[in-house]
């Protein structure tokens, strides 16, 4: 697999290439979304433990640049609770339309054949954007994440509940505590979502344990196979990174 790092006109980007990729081919796509203060790298080597040669992964940048300590910048999709003010929940998604927007062509993004997956923060995101959205995405998969503005999201779903969707969250998360992924797992069943897989993992923390991602790449497979229809699962090989 190959990693390159993009200047997208609205977001940042890494896109990750699968083993032997033919450009002439529309290959099903895994956008990952990083956590608050991570950056589009964080969740790039989930690829080749997802699956090496049947996706095209599509890893973003978050809109605001913070500074974690160190000299070091991270990025968030919006400021601390942010998703609860819609100003600025608006104006993550609208980054986030023209990101997919701008991805269409390049990377033959078809409706029906993307998943989001997100992780803390991205999980978050991954809900808000996805939820009202499942003609565009075969599915969520939202990692130690928590649903925020619950009211607002609620009068944006679609009639038709049926999108697949991955809630994952380690019972000892200390930054996410477990009992909000509880609840998010909680209102999706009250929404009426019946496609609904939850795993809680014991003694996990913030954080994608093996176990988690053997389970997740098993949903992803289940829900939008890749497209030489291998069986995923977790391999040797790794991602090039500039």
């Not at 290439?17 to 950056?39: K, M, R």
Request: hydrophobic share 35%.
């Amino acid at each position: 697999m190959e990693g390159t790092a993009n200047k997208g006109s609205a977001l940042d980007y890494v896109s990750i290439t699968p083993t032997d990729y033919d450009e002439s081919h529309s290959y099903p796509v895994i956008i990952l979304v990083h956590g608050f203060g991570a950056s589009m790298y964080d969740l790039a080597g989930l690829a080749p433990a997802i699956h090496q040669t049947g996706y095209l992964y599509l890893c973003p940048n978050g809109t605001v640049p913070l500074d974690i300590g160190g000299g070091q910048i991270g990025y968030g999709w919006t400021t601390p609770g942010g998703f609860n003010d819609p100003e600025e929940a608006k104006s993550t998604e609208a980054a986030f339309d023209a990101f997919m927007e701008e991805m269409r062509e390049p990377y033959k993004l078809e409706p029906s054949k993307i998943l989001i997956i997100g992780f803390s923060q991205g999980g978050g995101l991954a809900y808000r954007y996805g939820l009202p959205r499942p003609d565009v995405f075969a599915g969520i998969g939202a990692l130690s994440a928590s649903i925020s503005d619950m009211e607002e999201l609620a009068t944006q779903l679609p009639d038709e509940r049926t999108q697949p969707i991955f809630v994952g969250h380690g019972d000892q998360d200390p930054v996410v505590p477990i009992d909000r992924g509880r609840i998010a797992h909680a209102q999706l069943e009250v929404w009426g979502y019946n496609d609904l897989i939850y795993n809680e993992y014991a003694g996990a923390g913030h954080e994608i344990t093996p176990t988690e991602l053997r389970d997740l790449s098993q949903w992803v497979a289940r829900v939008l196979p890749p497209l030489d229809s291998q069986t995923p699962g977790v391999s040797p090989g790794g991602i090039i990174l500039p």
